[in-house]
C-alpha cells in the first residue's frame, strides 16, 4: 500500500514540474481598491505576478520520478500460482 500512495505522489510532483515548465509565470488575483485622488474616486487593479524558475521546475520533476521509482521498487512483489 505505501509503494501506491509513493507513486501517485510521484506523480504530481512530475506533473506540478511540467506545468511549471509550461507556465513560467503564475498570476494571482487581482485586487481591486477605490482611491480617492483630488476629489476624484478611482479604480486602482494590482496583480501578483510569480516567476518559476526552471531550476525549480527540473527540480520539482526529478523528485517526482524518483518517487515513482521508488514507489514500484518498495511494492511487494506479487506471488502468481
Known sequence: ???NKLVVIGVLLAIAGIV?????QWQGRDKIMEVDV????LQVTTRRVTDVPPLFSAAVLVMGVCT???G???RPAT???
Do not use: T, W
Not at 511549471?20 to 513560467?24: N, Q, S, T, V, Y
Not at 483630488?38 to 474616486?41: E, I, R, S
Open 20 to 24: 511549471g515548465f509550461i507556465h513560467p
Open 1 to 3: 500500500m505505501r509503494g
Open 79 to 81: 506471488k502468481k500460482s
Open 38 to 41: 483630488a476629489g476624484k474616486q
Open 72 to 74: 514500484y521498487i518498495s
Open 68 to 70: 515513482v521509482a521508488l
